[in-house]
Nanobody, 122 residues
């Protein structure tokens, strides 16, 4: 089993940038498709984006396409989320997640990070 520990996040002004990290303990990190979800206050958790096993292919939700970049380092067992041009509507708790196959559904996620809060002020 892989244990995920997140870091990063915090408060940023609109238009700013933040980077989240998600470190995995365990030797099977490379066997998971890794991604990010987020949950805004009063809303359901939603898919942000994911990256394939090798890190060569990524897909994103329309709301973050062109602003967010997901990457992974399978040597360091770490997943990243670079968030640029942040908007107030990006305010949420962000969760890293791993799945055995490609998915955008929370019900199909196998492992979750603990969550980290991102607040974007206008």
């Amino acid at each position: 089993q892989v244990h995920l520990v997140q870091s990063g996040g915090g408060l940023v002004q609109a238009g700013g940038s933040l980077r989240l990290s998600c470190a995995a303990a365990g030797r099977v990190f490379g066997s998971y498709i890794m991604g990010w979800f987020r949950q805004a206050p009063g809303k359901e958790r939603e898919f942000v984006g994911s990256v394939d096993w090798s890190g060569s292919g990524a897909n994103y939700a329309d709301s973050v396409q062109g602003r967010f970049i997901i990457s992974r380092d399978n040597v360091k067992n770490t997943l990243y989320l670079q968030m640029n041009n942040l908007k107030p509507e990006d305010t949420a708790v962000y969760y890293c997640a791993g799945s055995r196959g490609p998915t955008t559904r929370t019900t199909e996620i196998d492992i979750w990070g603990q969550g980290t809060r991102v607040t974007v002020s206008s």
